[in-house]
Nanobody, 121 residues
């Protein structure tokens, strides 16, 4: 069983930055971030392999967001820069027991409770 706890969300003005953290307990391979805005489906944001050598990003965040991980602490980070109002959502950390870095929700096995990110215009 894997437990995931997110932190770092908050309210920020457009153009600002936030750093999300996800602490994982138990064995994990891929750690990913998804987000869900009100009235919308949960969508993929970014993911990173166990070694940290492979990453995937949604086109909407490429060049603005950076995912990383500290395996010694089994923690994933999502550095979000140049935030836009459309980035407003609940952000979820998810874990997949796979080698490849998937971008679809169905490939992930565990997820956390989420952390709210609100970007004001």
């Amino acid at each position: 069983q894997v437990q995931l706890v997110e932190s770092g969300g908050g309210l920020v003005q457009a153009g600002g930055s936030l750093r999300l953290s996800c602490v994982a307990s138990g064995r994990t391979y891929v750690l990913g971030w998804f987000r869900q805005a009100p009235g919308k489906e949960r969508e993929f944001v970014a993911a990173i392999s166990r070694s940290g050598s492979n990453t995937n990003y949604a086109d909407s965040v490429k060049g603005r967001f950076t995912i990383s991980r500290d395996n010694a602490k089994t923690t994933s980070y999502l550095q979000m820069n140049i935030l836009k109002p459309e980035d407003t959502a609940v952000y979820y950390c998810e874990a997949a027991l796979t080698i490849v870095v998937p971008t679809t929700k169905s490939r992930y096995d565990y997820w956390g409770q989420g952390t709210q990110v609100t970007v004001s215009s």
